[in-house]
């Protein structure tokens, strides 16, 4: 906390991450002392912070301040999204860096950790406005990157437009095409299934670690928070494998529609209009329209937190448990406090850690790589199957890591140990640097 001043949501992942750790470093506690792993885990290799100014539509300077943290690249290039948002800050990037090092290496592929971002606000903006920023931003940002060193990807507020208008200041500048940013539109060396991913993968892990503990997903009823890319296609994939999705939200107010969220609605409201969800009523008169937040009242057997940090705290968490709910999954990263998560757990419910659980966004971005490298593009199926088995896998090396070290059925213990045996054997491997 001292050697990091005002960065709670870093010292939160931090916490998290390292009090789970604790039976893996007592089984290695000399090794790891001597190499003072922990110490060099919990620096990043590198923070780049630059100005990012630009024009907007009356003609008026603006100045925004853009980050990338390049956490760790002991098994891969840096790879992580980009956030814009006007919450971001050098703590937010710290703590998003830092899970995704050990969400990258859950994936099995050989992935680095590290996460970007910038304080700009794309809401509201022109089209003309977000691509002035863009391009600002990619002019600092392009002599840090490349395709063997660092790949950054969306996250909040950065998505398709986003990555399309990055990727083509990128080439303009480096007169190179290369695959140096994930989540590309499918005419310039995007992948199938990207978009779909990150919600695709939570409901494959959702329901194989049901299947593990002996329930399954079919027939549930799921309530979700969000409305943006997670949660749209988490909500698609829910229905595809049985369940019934029936909430969802954005930052001003929340959906409760009783016959199953309507994703067709949804998709035109968000990913078209880029409108808010105040619309959805018109689409559908039976819903129920609220404002401030709310899903988490709402009866249920599985929720699943898609929208952002620290969304879903001890109260939620009570709510959730009298209301009959079972299972919680986070799309998002850390939606869930760290007194919530104890209590979910005590009280019973199986809960998957967001470095698990949505770690198929990544993942499918890394086959994104595969495929830029060799010029190639795979079939959906081929990609999706590749996903689901990419999943399907976290699931069990998370549980499986879990009961090696004698906490069966704590998936927290389990993705965090799972993730960091790898990252630590490389570290050592490779000497101190
Ligand atoms: P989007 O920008 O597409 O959607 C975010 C959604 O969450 C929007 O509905 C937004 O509402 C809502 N939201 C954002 N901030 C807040 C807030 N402070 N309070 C309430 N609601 C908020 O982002 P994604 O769907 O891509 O990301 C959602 C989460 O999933 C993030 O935690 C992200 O880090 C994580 N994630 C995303 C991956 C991906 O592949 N996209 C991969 C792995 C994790 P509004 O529209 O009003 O802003």
Not at 4 to 15: S, Y
Not at 41 to 63: A, C, S, T
């Amino acid at each position: 906390v001292k050697k990091n001043p005002g960065e709670p949501e870093f010292h939160q992942a931090v916490k998290e991450v390292l009090d789970s750790l604790r039976p893996v470093v007592e089984a290695n506690e000399e090794k790891y002392r001597k190499e003072a792993l922990l110490e060099r885990l919990v620096e990043p290799e590198r923070v780049i912070m630059f100005r990012v100014p630009w024009v907007d539509d009356k003609g008026n300077v603006q100045v925004n301040k853009g980050y990338r943290v390049q956490f760790n690249s002991a098994i891969g290039p840096y790879k992580g999204g980009l956030r814009f948002h006007p919450s971001v800050y050098l703590g937010i990037i710290k703590f998003l860096g830092f899970e995704q090092i050990f969400k990258n290496s859950l994936t099995g592929l050989p992935i680095g950790g590290g996460k970007g971002g910038c304080d700009f606000d794309p809401k509201g903006k022109s089209d003309r406005e977000v691509m002035a920023f863009c391009q600002s931003f990619m002019t600092e940002l392009y002599r840090h990157i490349g395709a063997d060193t660092d790949v950054p990807a969306g996250d909040i507020g950065v998505g398709g437009r986003e990555i399309g208008y990055l990727f083509g200041q990128y080439k303009r500048i480096r007169d190179s095409y290369e695959g140096v940013l994930t989540g590309k539109g499918l005419t310039y060396g995007g992948s199938l299934v990207r978009t779909q991913a990150t919600g695709y993968g939570l409901l494959y892990l959702t329901e194989e670690l049901l299947k593990i503990n002996g329930k399954e997903l079919a027939g549930k009823t799921v309530v979700v928070s969000g409305a943006g890319n997670v949660a749209t296609y988490a909500i698609e994939k829910a229905y595809q494998l049985g369940a019934k999705p029936v909430t969802c939200s954005d930052s001003t107010g929340w959906v409760y529609d009783p016959d199953g969220i309507d994703v067709a609605a949804l998709k035109d409201i968000k990913e078209v209009k880029r409108a808010r969800l105040t619309e959805y009523t018109k689409y559908r008169p039976n819903a129920e329209y609220h404002e401030g937040k709310g899903v988490w009242s709402v009866k249920c057997d599985v929720a699943l937190p898609c929208a952002t940090q620290n969304e879903l705290d001890l109260e939620d968490a009570k709510t959730l448990v009298a209301n009959g709910c079972f299972a919680v999954a986070e799309g998002a990263n850390m939606p869930t406090t760290l007194e919530a998560t104890k209590y979910l757990q005590e009280n019973g419910i199986i809960f998957a850690p967001g470095k698990a659980a949505n770690a198929g966004g990544v993942a499918t971005s890394a086959l994104e790589m595969s495929q830029n490298s060799e010029r190639l593009s795979w079939s959906f199926e081929e990609v999706d199957a590749k996903l689901q088995g990419i999943m399907v896998n976290i699931c069990h090396n998370m549980a499986d890591a879990a009961k090696k070290y004698g906490f069966e059925g704590n998936y927290v213990v389990g993705a965090n140990a799972a993730g960091f045996e790898k990252v630590a054997e490389a570290m050592i491997a490779q000497g101190v640097c």
